[in-house]
């Protein structure tokens, strides 16, 4: 699991069948680091500090084993000091 912070929804219009309509979002670990692309499991919104789960959890968190997902949010954290 990793602590990260949502940065901003990603807008995809084509995608394959199999993600459905779950909403992605660009998170980040700490300001500055790198940006890793997140299907949202609990809804979200830029500036939220959330729990991530990847690989094999990250597709059950999302729905089920065969969704193509390898970080999803599972938790929105409601008190959060990144110092």
């Known amino acids: 699991m990793k602590i990260m912070r ?5 807008v995809s219009t084509n995608r394959i069948a199999e993600m459905g309509h ?3 979002l660009v998170v980040q670990e ?9 299907v949202d499991a609990v809804g ?11 690989s ?6 999302a ?3 065969d969704y193509p997902s390898d970080l ?3 938790g929105i954290i409601d008190n959060w000091d990144p110092l």
């Open 6 to 10: 949502v940065e901003k929804t990603l």
């Open 22 to 24: 779950r909403p992605l």
């Open 30 to 38: 700490k300001e500055g680091g790198l940006r890793s692309l997140a």
């Open 44 to 54: 979200c919104i830029p500036g939220d500090w959330v729990i991530c789960v990847g």
């Open 56 to 61: 094999s959890a990250a597709r059950e968190a």
């Open 63 to 65: 729905g089920s084993k």
């Open 72 to 74: 999803t949010i599972i």
